[in-house]
């Protein structure tokens, strides 16, 4: 099996060194930073460029790394720092093929420091020295094994054969596997010769300007590889599953953004991820290529709505139909609902019921906790209506008394026998004024009951709703439901009071 992914990378030519630990996340991680570090030089941001693969040697410390390094601090005029990183190049490959031209490089770079000569605005080096080339690390499985790596100097020599001169063709470096090379852009041979059990396996590659080129040979299986990288626009984890559909495998192949080897040849891709439909696509690798997919999922039609309240049962209806009871020991209540508006409606016993509207997102949930109002007493309606009566009732029997106390004694006047001083004028005065005030205490009273039934201290009940997020995501803060602003009324004693009176003359 032969393999290959690719990065973008600047090097000088045909350098090899060993590789014994070569990390796939590390590598992963230097592939990313020289993409960046390959976009910024292109746009002269030397500096930017050059800490972007300082980054990528951290990663995996390669030689070539340390060149793209010195060639940015050169490019940006930062001579010493240039001189340091070229020096720690050599260092940590001292025979490189092209050692007598960085040698000439270093020299020219001192005379210009020991000078201090202004250094011309940045231009291509027209020897090729700041070219952009390849990394190619080439591994086998198991490891250890023989390898070379040819590469076409003639475009008109022919194809690489085994065991002939192969005139047009250059060997470029060579070593047990893991070995790592820097190469020019063009075509390449790599080959590893039959050894211990396993037999000769060979591939030719074209090798495209500025790439990690991750090369392997599986000689126990004899196939030919690609690199497939997948990348998702979703939120949450995006699960991906190669060949076998997600029903048929409990452990997928990766989670978004992941980058694999492949064997060549058509391949089924399925993605899913919670709150979106699953998206399947068919695909197709050759040996060697770099597929890099960019996949964008559609929402699910649905959402769910997580309703909870305030009382230890709450029974609740969602556009007019009846969707479940929410009970405190149990949690919220899950309800799925299509995407879009809707009329939520929960009632609760001795409790104001609440009714409004709920926007369920597709493909994500909403909390929504409603906080019931409790029902209004009454019990100050009926005890002053109550006391209203009584008061009445006694003004009543009070004015009766003197009204029959007056209607004695203007008899007694018209028969002459009324005495002077006569002790019933005085009750009836009294009862009279007793009278009055129980009508006066009644009417108010009266008033203060028929205030007591038709008002309503408490709020009204109300909702509210969380922000909407992933099935598999902690829920968003729920907003606290606050009361509406509401007008209370209570009686007031402007200084003039009305009622019922009995008018008697004394």
């Known amino acids: ?99 007598p031209a960085l040698q000439a490089r270093i020299q020219r770079i001192e005379a210009q420091i020991g000078a201090r000569t202004p250094l011309p605005a940045p231009t291509e080096d027209p020897r090729g020295g700041d070219a952009m080339h390849s990394l190619l690390v080439f591994e086998s499985n198991p490891p250890g094994a023989p390898a070379q790596v040819w590469q076409k100097v003639d475009p008109s020599a022919p194809p690489f054969a085994p065991q002939k001169e192969n005139k047009g063709w250059k060997q470029v470096s060579s070593g047990p596997t893991p070995l790592v090379s820097t190469l020019a852009p063009g075509r390449y041979h790599v080959v590893v010769d039959r050894w211990r059990a396993y037999n000769r396996s060979d591939d030719e590659v074209d ?76 695909i197709e690798i050759d040996t060697g290529e770099q597929k890099n997919l960019q996949l964008k999922l559609q929402r699910l039609d649905f959402g769910y709505l997580l ?35 809707h009329r939520l409606k929960a009632v609760s016993e001795d409790k104001k019921p609440y009714e409004g509207d709920v926007e369920v997102a597709g493909g994500q949930a909403r909390e ?44 007694d006047r018209r028969a002459g026998h009324l005495a002077p001083g006569d002790d019933r004028v005085g009750e009836g005065k009294t009862y009279a004024i007793l009278a009055n005030v129980g009508f006066v205490s009644s009417a108010l009273l009266a008033g203060v009951a028929t205030y007591g039934f038709l008002r309503d201290p408490t709020p009204p009940s109300m909702a509210g709703q969380g922000d909407p997020h992933e099935f598999d995501a902690p829920a968003s803060p729920r907003r606290t439901p606050r009361p509406a602003s509401t007008l209370r009324l209570s009686p007031v004693f402007l200084g003039q009071q009305g009622g019922l009176f009995l008018h008697g003359s004394f």
């Open 1 to 99: 099996m032969i393999s290959i992914t690719c990065c973008p990378l600047l090097a000088p030519v045909a350098l090899a060194q060993p590789a014994a630990q070569v990390s796939a996340e590390r590598l992963e991680k230097a592939r990313k930073h020289m993409e960046e570090g390959q976009s910024l030089y292109a746009q002269k941001r030397y500096l930017d460029a050059a800490q972007a693969f300082q980054l990528a040697y951290t990663a995996q410390p390669f030689a070539a790394f340390l060149f793209n390094e010195a060639v940015c601090y050169e490019k940006a005029g930062e001579l010493d720092r240039a001189l340091t990183t070229f020096k720690r190049y050599l260092a940590a490959d001292p025979n490189p093929p092209d050692a």
């Open 368 to 411: 929504v906790r409603v906080v019931l109002s409790s029902r209004p007493g009454r019990g100050l309606g009926w005890t002053t209506a109550a006391l209203s009566a009584a008061t009445l009732g006694a003004g009543v029997y009070l004015g009766l008394r003197s009204r029959g106390l007056l209607e004695d004694l203007r008899a």
């Open 207 to 282: 090798v495209a300007t500025g790439r990690v080129v991750q090369y392997r040979a599986s000689l126990s299986q004899g196939e030919f590889m690609g690199f497939l990288r997948v990348t998702v626009e979703a939120a949450g984890e995006a699960r991906i599953f190669l060949d076998e559909p997600p029903s048929q495998q409990g452990k997928p192949w990766g989670v978004a953004p992941h980058g694999e080897l492949i064997p060549r040849g058509k391949h089924r891709l399925w993605v899913e991820a919670p709150g979106f439909e699953t998206l399947s696509q068919d």
């Open 307 to 341: 309703l909870e309240g305030n009382a230890p049962k709450v029974t609740f209806y969602l556009d007019g139909q009846l969707v479940g009871t929410y009970l405190s020991e149990d949690g919220p209540l899950k309800v799925k609902a299509s995407q879009g508006a």
